[in-house]
């Protein structure tokens, strides 16, 4: 038996600078993996608790260094000697050892980085590549007759970046193009890098070029609306010689719980003008832009627990646009079960970091895939250069990933991992194409 030998943390840094917990597992056969935790801006209140040193001023009081210590001491310890290839048996034992609900004892970021170091081992010591790894460790969560072998995903990318992600004025957080006429992978990533460069060229004419792009690599400019995101995209679109809806569909992620007030439950728009919407009234602007423009997918459209309006928006939208649950869900099993119970949204964004543990992102995908829910596996916008979550999109057959846009290296790191796997694939590579959307399109 592969058995896990030693553990080492380490506090390194993120695509934002800030701190953030690496870990390297050491197999019994000499094979070091390694896995490094992403971290959101835009967090959800579900999500699980990332470990940070506020009362210590280093960082400005966001180190790992707790986090780091139980890595190195109390986890090191609970998990050594432990069957390097049992990774729910030891994501179990991590959660066990944590003891709270939400990881925040050890610290979710602790806790991540030591189930995905491990994957990364246990691949190195069987001499396979992790996506062919985590496809043994899925099939074997499934039932005999479900779908098991690996698919490249249909990758949704950021073109205009707002919300906290981005200086400017949009409320929006993320305006972003899905490829979907792209026979391939490979097809898909070329037709987005040239749609983002028309993007750039779009505003440059304008005079709108922000000098700088956002977390995730989307453009930053000051425009006079939020649809002008949309509008700019599109121009772009045919500018490139493609038909909107035909070769590209649009999304949006509005990641609507950062301007979401509970106490009146009222959503505040300030990109043109102050504008307060109830739950209903945010929900018809929704569906108008639907209408309006060629968009499929709307994230977080509504407040994390905004779940009335959510079976509202779902009930009107859910035939044709895909619902996406960010901060809603969580990627938590419980959430989702949720939202099944209340016809809640109608696919999911899963985020390694807001649940803590490999096994319990498998358990997110799961449940989802059972009850018909689309699956998006995505990127923080604090990243580094791991690319696990390209891996992990292949391995379960997702049918979607979201890393954030064509630009930035912790972003291309991962858009290049998929290129690397798709050739490895070979000939037989299924790309999951416009279907990943199940969704009519023109
Ligand atoms: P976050 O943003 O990583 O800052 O949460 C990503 C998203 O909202 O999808
Ligand atoms: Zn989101």
Redesign the pocket.
């Known amino acids: 038996m592969l058995t896990v030998m030693k553990l080492r943390g380490r506090e390194v840094l993120d695509s934002r600078g800030r701190p953030t917990v690496e870990v390297e597992v050491a197999g019994s056969n000499g094979e070091v993996g390694r896995a490094i935790v992403p971290s ?4 959800g209140r579900h999500e699980a608790i990332e470990l940070r040193d506020p009362e210590n001023r280093r960082y400005g009081g966001m180190g790992v260094l707790r986090a780091v210590a139980h890595v190195n001491g109390e986890m090191a310890a609970a998990i050594q000697g432990m069957d390097l290839e049992d990774q729910a048996g030891i994501d179990a034992a991590l959660v066990a050892l944590d003891g709270t609900p939400n990881k925040g004892r050890l610290g979710a970021n602790a806790v991540l980085g030591i189930s995905l170091a491990v994957a990364h081992t246990a691949a190195a010591a069987r001499g396979v590549p992790l996506y062919v790894h985590l496809n043994r460790l899925w099939r074997s969560r499934l039932e005999p007759g479900e779908f098991a072998d690996p698919v490249m995903p249909m990758p949704m990318v950021n073109m205009i970046s707002g919300g ?2 981005a200086g400017a004025n949009l409320d929006f ?2 305006f972003l193009m899905i490829p979907v006429g792209a026979p391939s992978y490979a097809e898909a990533l070329e037709m987005t890098t040239a749609v983002y460069r028309a993007v750039g060229a779009v505003l440059r004419e304008k005079d709108m070029e922000g000098a700088l792009v956002g977390d995730e690599g989307g453009y930053g400019p000051k425009l006079a609306t939020n649809a002008q995101a949309v509008d700019l995209i599109l121009e772009a679109v045919l500018a490139c010689g493609l038909e909107p809806g035909r070769d590209v569909a649009i999304a949006i ?1 509005v ?1 609507a719980s950062h301007f979401y007030r509970p106490e009146t439950a009222t959503y505040h728009l300030t990109a043109a003008g102050d504008d307060v919407l109830d739950s209903a009234g945010m929900t018809a602007l929704l569906a108008h832009w639907a209408k309006l423009y060629p968009i499929v997918s709307i ?2 459209g509504l407040a994390e627990d905004d779940w009335n309006g959510w079976s509202n928006l779902t009930g009107m939208l859910g035939d044709s646009v895909q619902l996406i649950g ?1 901060d809603l869900f969580a990627t938590q099993t419980a959430r989702l079960r949720q939202g099944v119970e209340r016809r809640a949204g109608n696919a999911i ?1 899963i985020k390694v970091n807001q649940v803590g543990t490999l096994s319990e992102t498998f358990d997110a995908l799961l449940l989802a895939r059972r009850h018909g829910y689309r699956t998006i596996v ?1 990127a ?3 990243e580094t250069e791991d690319t696990t979550i390209a891996d992990l999109a292949v391995a379960t057959a997702a049918g979607q990933i ?1 890393i954030g846009s064509v630009a930035r290296s912790e972003r291309l790191a991962k858009y290049n991992r998929l290129l690397r796997i798709e050739e490895d694939l070979g000939p037989s590579a299924k790309f999951a194409g416009r279907e990943a959307l199940s969704i009519k399109l023109i």
């Not at 959101?40 to 967090?43: I, K, L, R, V």
């Open positions: 959101g801006a835009s967090t906290l992600h957080q993320d992620d990641a994230e977080d960010d964004l995505s923080r916008s604090g979201k």
